[in-house]
Each structure stands twice: as C-alpha cells, then as structure tokens.
C-alpha cells in the first residue's frame, strides 16, 4: 500500500513537494485553506530580479501536480499525533490517516494600518506592495491615475519594536526596487522615491536591478525613515523623513506611497502549529530540529516544514526548501517503514 | 623645513584615534540604549523642534562617536522633549532619557 | 502589703464615686511615660517651627490666614474627623483594612478623650495643672483612683462600659494588624510595605500597649472599677494569683512601653499620627509642593504612614523587580536623605497619579518627584532662541483654535476625524499646529525642567493669544491639562475634544447613529486622574455603542505605560505595564478599545488583541 503525505498550504512550497512527491510514488493529499492554488504568488505580477512572470511560474508548478489529489477551501479542523502517523479531521468533515504531514503554510503579510502614522486606511493615496502587485496584475479600479510623484517605504512592520517585529523580512528591498521599476515603467513621466534604512541587495542580479534602477530609471534612493504622513486638502501626500545621508530633514509631496509591508508568520499555520504543540521561536516562525543542518524537520517525527513558514524566502529559496522536505519525506517514510513500498 | 609662505589647515577628517571610549561607556552605563542606534534617521524626522533649529539625537549619537561631544550637546539644546522621536524608534530606544543623560554628561561642567 | 491600709486617712462613707487612692497623683512608674511624652512634645515643636520656616513667606501667609478663616476652619476639622479618626477614604475602597485604621485610630483617640473626660468629672483637680500630674493622671487614671462600692452612678457605669468598649474596639483593631502581618491579602492588600528596624520597634510597641493596657486596668478593676471586659479578667487573675501584687508590674510595663513608643516615634512612621493633622491644614490652606524636602514637602514625608497602599496601586508593580520604585520607599528613603535611590525612584516614576488617589492621607507623591527631579534638571542646558524667530501668526482667525500637540501628529486618524466631525458640525475653526508646532510644555514640566518649560509656554501662549481665539481644542489630555492649568490664558475656553463631542452630540449638532458593539474605555491618566473628566467621553461612547466596563476605571485605571512622565523606564519595562492595563480593559469584553489620548493609543495598539481607536475616530465612524 502506498504511503500517504498530507501537505497543508497549496502555495509554490505545497506545490513543489506535492508533485516530487507524486512521483516518487506517494499517494499525496494537499489542503488549500482559499479557492485557488499558489498562495501569495498568484496575486503577483512579476518576479525580481528579471521580471520573469508569475502566472507562467504558476502554471508549471500546478502543471506538474499531475494525479495529486487537491482539496481547495479546505482547512484542517483537529490534527493529532498518533503512533507512526497523524490523524487529521479536515473541515468538509474528512477524516485522514496521514504517514507524513508537510506544513506549507507559508507568510502573512503585515497589516500596515498597525502602523498609524504612515496612514493606510486613513488617506486615500496611501497602498502597500500587496495593492501594487494586484495593480500591475489587473488594474485597481482608478485608484492610481497617473501619478507624479511616486514613494516607496521600504522596512514597514519590519525591524520595528513599536509593532513587536524586530527581524528584517529579507524580501521587500528586491521587491521595492523591483516595484519602482516597474512603476517607472508605467509612468515614464514620473518621480520615484524610495525610503530606506539599508538596501538588502542580496541576491544574484539584485544588485544590477538596483544599478538599473539608478542609472536607467533615476529612482532616487534617500537614507532615512519616513516618520510621518499628512494629507493635504488635495489629498495628495506630504512625507516627512530624514535625509541621513546629508543630515538634514527632508519633506516631499508625493501623489501616491506605497508601503512595503514586511513578512509575519501566517495565522493558520500558526493554528495548526498550536493544535500539534509545535513550538515558535521568539520571531515567531516555526522552531526547526535544526537552524543550520535541519531547516526542514520539526520536533515531532513525520512533520515536515516547507516554506516561509520557517522564515521569509525569495521564490527561489521556498522551491528549494520544498524540494529539500520532499527528499526528507522520502528518507524518513523509507526508514520508517521499510518493508512496505 | 622651507617656509612656503602657508601653513596647512587642520584636517577635516573625523580622527577615531581621540574617540573617547571610557566616557561613552560611562554614558552607555546610565543608558545601555545609546549602542543600539542604527541611525535610521526617524527622530531626526519627527522632532519637534527639528523644523526650527537642527535638532538630532542620531547625529548628536554619531558626534560623541566620533569625538566631538561639544557638536552633540550643540544639537540636543532645542529639544522641547515632546516624546516624538521615542514613539517613532524602530529600536525602541528611550531617547528622552538618553538626551537627558548627553546632556548632563558632555553638557554640564 | 495591704493596699488598703494606706486608706486610713479617707473617710470611709465618703459619698463620692470615686476616691484618690493616691492623693499626690504620681508613682514612679509613670517616668518612662512622662520623659517620652516630653521627648515627643519638644519634637515635635522643634519640626513644627522648623517646617514652618521652611515654607516661602507668601505660603505661610496663607497658612496663618487660613487658620482664623471660619470656611477652612470647619473643612479642617471635618477633614482631621474623616481622615485621621475615621479613615473614610479606606473604608471606601477596602472595608475591612478601614475597619482595622480606623479601630486603633479613632479607639485610642475615644479612650483618651474618654480618660480626660472621667479625670474632669472625678477628680478634676489632677485634670491640666503639672503639680496635679495632668500630663499623665488622665492616661494612668484607672491606677489612681479607687471606686467607692456604694456609691457606683449610672454615669459612671457608662463611662467604664465606654472605656472598655472602646479599649475592646482598639483590640480588635490590633487583631486584625497581627493578621495583616502574615497574610496581608486577606484585608486586601496584595504587597504591604517592608517595615524598617525602628518602624519594628514601634509597631511591636503599639501591638503591646494595648494588651498591656488592658493587663493592667484588668488587675486594678476590683479597686477602680471596670466593665464587661476588665472585670472578668480581674476576677480570673485573682483566682490565678491569688492577690493583686502584679498591679505594679504591670503598670510598669505600660508606661515603659508607651515611653518606648515617644522615643521611637520621631524614627517610625507613626509620626504621621500628628503629621498628617498639620498636613490637613496646610492643603486646606492651598499650598504647594515647592522643595523637595523642605517645607511643604516635609510634612508630607513625616505623613506618609507607610501603609502601602501605594504599592499596589502602582502600575509598574506588575513586575517584582519595580517595587523598590513604590511611593512608600521614595518618601522613605527622602526621608532619610538617602540622594541616589532619590534620584533613581524619583526619574523612574510615570506620573500616572494613582498613588495620590489611593493615599488615605492624600501625600502628592508625584509632585514630590517633580520637585527632586528639578533639582537635577532644571541646570540642563536648553536653547530655544530659535522660538523668537517664528513667523507670527497674522490676519484674522475663527474664533475656535483646534490645537493636535506633538502625539497627535503620530496618530493621523484623530487628526482627519476631527476634520471630518468640524467639518460636519460647521464650526469653523483655524489648525494652529497643522504643519507642526511647539510642544505644550508639559514634558518639560513633567521632567522637572521649570525654566526650560516656561520659555516654551511663553511662545505658545503668545501664539494662542495674538490669534484672537476664543476656544481652544485640544486632542490630548497632557496638553489639555496644562493649557488649562498652567497657561493662564485669559478669556479663552480650553476644551479636550471629548467634552466638545460630548457638547455636540447634546445640542444635534452632529448627528450619530448607535450599534450594538461592545466598547470599553480607557480613562488617561491626564484626562482622568489628572482633570477629573471622568463622565463626558462615557455620554459620547454611551450614544454610539455599548459601553462596557474596564475591570479598573475611573480614577483607578491603569496607565497604559506610554507616559511621557517616566525618564528612564524603557521600552520592555513598559510594556509589561501596557499588558496590566489591557488585561483590565480585556475583562469588559470589549471587540473595541477606545481612548481619549494619542498616546494611550499607540502604547495600547502595540499589546491589545482588538482594535484601539480615539473617541473621535469611533464617532466619525457612526456620522449620519
């Protein structure tokens, strides 16, 4: 009899692990908590550092699902540590005996309006990077009509003590440049501002996007934290932050800002780590068997993590990470069983 | 030597040799939160007085580090200690009570 | 030796009650009494004069006025009545530790008062005059004086019944102390205060002499009469001892112990037993805090009782490690001069002014700390020449002024439902700080930097008053409280918004619709304790939602730990205090948190697990 995988989360780390798994012969069952598969990744637009396309992206690794059995707005409602396996009521009211359970729960977003002073949801020009990424998808219903004078914000809800949040969230510097480019892609016309406290350029080509976002679009990059946001009767916005840089404080209308709101652990993967007791470390991803040598293992043997559910990961990271849990899974449920195939 | 007619000016160049690091310990001793400055710049953005009179305490931080404590109290003698700068640090520093300390310490004789 | 052969002199069918047992009125016994009673007596002159001079001339003119004037004078005894005899402010909040004050309190005072009373009517001639031994004879009467068996009176039946009432009320008052000892909680005190060594003394004293009292007025009661109380027990020692050689010993023991008690007395807390009736008299008369530690401020300290009620009132008591920082210690350790542990209470404090409301004696600790921390800041280096050399406001402006202040700059959403509700109620007005402005001043005040802070004040005020505004708005309660109180802005109306909203709402002026969704709200300490603006933000919530209670509210709610009054807390320390007071807001079962302070906004939002928003925010919500 085949072994069973249940993966819970259908973003690119579920997907990826699902289809490996498929076909190193396990019989793989994979939950996704919303309507549609690929997580966060199917409300992008482009990816950094070459603008590669998100939906292509999409495609290939649902493609490669094959015969995985996919169960959409389904969540898990109990799970529980049996013996040598896991049983797991789902919310339709299934109930499954699982040899192996991978969480693939993936981020949530931080939610900007916690930080008050920036405005989000208090003025109307104010968005953040998810609101832009769904723009550049499908347009957002004349919000942004061709703006002048554009800003970015880089570290929201990130390294920040005031919201509990001290770690960087290692992604939005790429995005924001990314971001900027796109925008002045768009608006040829346009001013781009980017507010940053440092530029986490860490990457293969990350490096030459911020080069090009220089040299070929003229984004200005200022040194310094934005620290207040204020309306004007036109609504537009009057930003106030310190050019660091130079010394001196620095203030600039800007017609439309984008906040680039920083990486948390996900909520219901949160509630399914409470239901198995797992434990989370003080920035409140998943504690793993081991921070260098086993990222993919948790505590408990047969559960498996994939993702950034242990952490934020660029696109390619989290596939890598995926594929990692799947050759895991592979060798624990060989060893755990091995007279069966 | 020749006299050429010149004499050459005092280098403008930030010299850390006459840092003087036994005061900043004993400053860091009063207030541990003055090492966790990563000079972001949001007290020097949201100070009150800042749209009067340069008033910083991520610059005045970066004087006494770099040997020119007269400079950092001459840039913390407008604070008004409103508290805007302590609501808006990213580090959670608690920045009243570090200029509080600056001054006493390099300001008072 | 037979007692009663020293009657031979009297004439045995005297129809008097009572009789001088021993006509010179004195025994030897009563030395240690009458030299701590003398110690205590020129003490407390000494301090007496020495407070007074220490109090500015134009505070002690006050002072003396206030003694002839007949309105303070009443308030003074009332107050000395409520508070020193009977401990109402106790009794209010935790009856049973009021029951145990108030029984030794007003008990000792009844049985002195009592003992005066029974010398005046009987032997009146020992009552006042040093060669009589009036100093004494009232407190050791029941030694002196032998009842004639025939001759007992109803009046003198009371008065023994009384005296024995009482010395039984006391008793049970001492009880209750003994237990408060070993479990405090019981009476409702979670921590109670760490007595010092002479603070022991005097409390192992003052659990005696009552004991002993009734010891030694229970040996004598066959020869000067008793009641319910002392009568039994003599009865049971006659049949224990078998003769009334043990009315010496024990009397002994009293005045020795009550002499002990003197001595000590100027050392313990319980200086505050005559303290706090000067102290009464003086915060009728009005005066201030000035000095730290002279003055004023002294018969605060010698008042402080030590009860430590301000240690569980204290909202940075929810961590063990702040309780050294409790009231009861910064006045203990001011009292001893003790200047670094001062210095280091005296800038921790947040200045919420919970202490001062929960204080039966009503010592204004936080303006204590103030006045300390003057003393170091106030010589710090300020430079505001850059305020002269503002543009002046010109032209001319609507008559209401909406003034943000600093923290609400922070808190956009207050600032546009403001707009939004002026807006709708059609009042015109002008934004003075729109582009940012000058502090209010408080801060500084707060920090004990005076002259820095009246520069400021001065700029503002000519500000406020060259506008020509007639109401001033204001947003936050640190700003509101010190326009109101300290600017002195004549002719001008200074409102917090919750008052305003309140008014609007009254009049229809603007118009709100009600749901049914569970709000509870959160008193700043500024707005609340500090202005006494308990009502107006409950009518605005009451009218656009349902109001839930907080588990401490009103002048008991807990700092939200954000106050810009604590110097050196920092940022992990504080929010500790921020999940003491969610946790109280949480137990109303709210799904909303609303506040009246920029600041309470920020610090809450950071630890609370439902929305925060400003009043305004939650009316602009519910606008038809």
């Known amino acids: 009899m085949e072994k069973n995988v249940l993966i819970i989360g259908g973003g690119p780390a579920g997907l990826e692990a699902a289809s490996i798994l498929q076909k190193s012969g396990y019989s793989v069952t994979l939950i996704e908590k919303t309507d549609h598969l690929g997580g966060h990744l199917a409300v992008w637009d482009r990816l950094f550092p070459k603008g590669q396309s998100a939906e292509e992206l999409l495609y290939r690794l649902v493609d490669n699902l094959g015969p995985v059995n996919c169960l ?15 049983s797991v009521i789902l919310s339709n009211g299934n109930i499954l005996l699982a040899d192996a359970v991978l969480l693939a729960c993936g981020f949530d977003l931080f939610k900007a309006e916690k930080k008050e002073e920036y405005g ?3 003025y109307d020009n104010v968005i953040t990077n998810a609101d832009l990424e769904r723009y550049f998808q499908e347009g957002d219903g004349g919000r942004i009509i061709n703006p002048k004078k554009i800003g970015f914000v880089h570290c929201v809800g990130s390294r920040d003590e005031k919201v509990g949040n001290l770690s960087c969230s290692k992604v939005c510097c790429a995005t924001a440049v990314k971001q900027a480019c796109e925008m002045k892609q768009r608006f040829p016309e346009s001013e781009v501002f980017c507010f940053y406290m440092d530029l986490r350029m860490f990457g293969r080509y990350y490096e030459d996007m911020y080069l090009e976002a220089q040299k070929k679009y003229g984004i200005r990059f200022i040194r310094g934290r934005v620290s207040e946001v204020s309306e004007k009767g036109d609504k537009t916005l009057l930003v106030k932050a310190e050019d660091t ?27 399914v780590g409470d239901m198995l007791h797992l434990m989370n470390e003080e920035d409140g991803f998943f504690s793993t068997k081991d921070s260098i040598y086993s990222q993919q293992k948790s505590d408990i043997p047969g559960l498996f993590f994939a993702g950034a559910g242990t952490g934020p990961k660029t696109i390619p990271e989290t596939l890598n990470d995926a594929r990692s849990s799947a050759l895991e899974i592979d060798r624990y449920l060989k060893s755990n069983f091995p007279k069966k195939k | 030597m020749m006299d050429f007619g010149f004499t050459i000016n005092k280098s403008s160049r930030i010299d850390l040799d006459r840092f003087d690091k036994a005061g900043f310990d004993k400053l860091a001793k009063i207030e541990p939160d003055v090492r966790k400055c990563i000079a972001c710049g949001s007290c020097t953005a949201s100070c009150s007085a800042g749209q009067f009179h340069r008033t910083s305490v991520r610059s005045a931080i970066l004087s006494i580090q770099n040997a020119k404590e007269n400079e950092a109290v001459e840039l913390l003698k407008g604070c008004m200690l409103c508290g805007k700068c302590q609501m808006t640090c990213p580090r959670g520093i608690n920045i009243r009570h570090l200029i509080l300390s600056i001054l006493k310490f390099y300001g008072t004789k | 030796m037979n007692i009663l052969a020293s009657y031979s002199s009297i004439d045995p069918v005297s129809s008097q009650e009572f009789i001088d047992r021993i006509p010179s ?34 505070d002690r003119k006050k002072f003396l006025i206030s003694l002839i004037t007949p309105v303070t004078i009443v308030k003074n005894i009332k107050d000395m009545v409520l508070d020193c005899l009977i401990h109402v402010k106790i009794w209010k909040r935790k009856p049973l530790l009021g029951y145990m004050h108030s029984s030794i309190a007003f008990g000792w005072f009844m049985l002195i008062v009592l003992g005066h009373i029974e010398v005046a009517l009987f032997v009146p001639r020992h009552l006042g005059s040093i060669s009589g031994g009036g100093l004494f004879y009232p407190i050791f009467y029941r030694f002196f004086v032998w009842v004639n068996p025939d001759h007992e009176t109803m009046r003198g039946n009371l008065l023994f019944f009384l005296m024995d009432f009482f010395l039984l009320y006391v008793l049970s008052g001492i009880g209750l102390a003994l237990f408060k000892r070993v479990k405090s909680i019981a009476l409702g005190m979670k921590h109670t205060t760490k007595p010092s060594i002479p603070d022991r003394i005097g409390l192992y004293c003052l659990w005696l002499i009552f004991p002993l009292r009734l010891l030694a007025e229970s040996f004598t009661a066959d020869l000067s009469g008793g009641s319910f109380l002392t009568r039994p027990m003599n009865m049971m020692f006659k049949s224990f001892f078998g003769n009334s050689l043990n009315i010496m010993p024990t009397w002994w023991a009293y005045s020795i112990v009550l002499g002990i008690f003197f001595f000590v007395m100027p050392f313990t807390r319980y200086m505050h037993i005559v303290t706090e009736v000067l102290l009464i008299m003086f915060r009728n008369a009005g005066l201030k805090v000035r000095k730290p530690r002279k003055g004023f401020a002294e018969a605060e300290i010698y008042a402080c009782s030590s009860c430590g009620l301000c240690i569980d009132a204290c909202p940075m008591n929810v961590q063990r490690k702040n309780l050294k920082f409790s009231s009861v210690y910064f006045i203990r350790f001011l009292r001893r001069h003790n200047n670094k542990r001062i210095n280091d209470i005296a800038q921790k404090c947040l200045m919420c002014g919970k202490c001062l409301a929960l204080c039966p004696v009503g010592i204004d600790s936080p303006a204590i700390r103030q006045a300390q921390r003057a003393t170091l800041m106030n010589s710090l280096p300020y430079d505001y020449g850059y305020l002269s050399s503002r543009p002046a406001m010109s032209g001319t402006y609507p008559k209401v002024m909406y003034f943000a202040g600093c923290m609400s700059h922070l808190s956009p959403g207050i600032i546009k439902s403001m707009r939004i509700i002026l807006k709708s109620a059609g009042i015109d007005y002008v934004f003075a700080d729109e582009d940012g402005g000058i502090c209010c001043g408080r801060p500084l005040m707060l920090a004990g930097r005076n002259d820095a802070a009246s520069e400021v004040m001065k ?3 000519e500000m406020i008053e060259n506008s020509g505004c007639k109401v001033l708005v204001l947003t936050c309660p640190i700003c509101y409280k010190v326009f109101k109180e300290e600017y002195d802005l004549k002719g001008i109306k200074i409102v917090h918004h919750t008052q305003l909203l309140d008014d609007l709402i009254a009049r229809g002026r603007i118009k709100v619709s009600k749901d049914g969704r569970p709000i509870v709200y959160h008193d700043p300490c500024d707005l609340g304790r500090g202005s006494k603006i308990y009502e107006e933000p409950r009518r605005v919530l009451a009218a656009v939602g349902e109001l839930k209670r907080a588990s401490k509210e009103r002048d008991e709610s807990i700092c939200c730990g954000g106050s810009l009054g604590s110097l050196s807390l920092d940022h992990k320390d504080r929010g500790a205090v921020t999940e003491g007071s969610v946790a109280s807001l949480m137990s109303g079962g709210p799904e909303e948190i609303a506040t009246a302070c920029p600041l309470c906004l920020r610090t809450l939002g950071e630890k609370s697990p439902v929305p925060v928003k400003d009043i305004a925010q939650i009316v602009c919500e519910h606008l038809r």
Do not use: C, E
């Not at chain 1, 680039?260 to 949160?270: L, N």
């Open chain 1, 72 to 86: 959409l707005n389904t969540d898990i409602q109990s799970i529980n540590v049996l013996d040598r396996s896991f």
């Open chain 3, 25 to 58: 009125g004195y025994s030897n016994f009563v030395i240690p009494f009458v030299a701590g009673m003398l110690f205590i007596l020129t003490y407390l002159l000494i301090g007496f004069i020495r407070v007074l001079h220490h109090v500015p001339w134009p």
């Open chain 1, 120 to 122: 989000y949801g208090i």
């Open chain 1, 245 to 271: 840089l130079s010394s001196k404080p620095i203030m600039v209308s800007l017609d439309l800002l984008v906040l680039m709101a920083g990486i948390r652990p996900s909520a219901s993967g949160r509630r």
């Open chain 3, 459 to 461: 700029a503002n005020k």
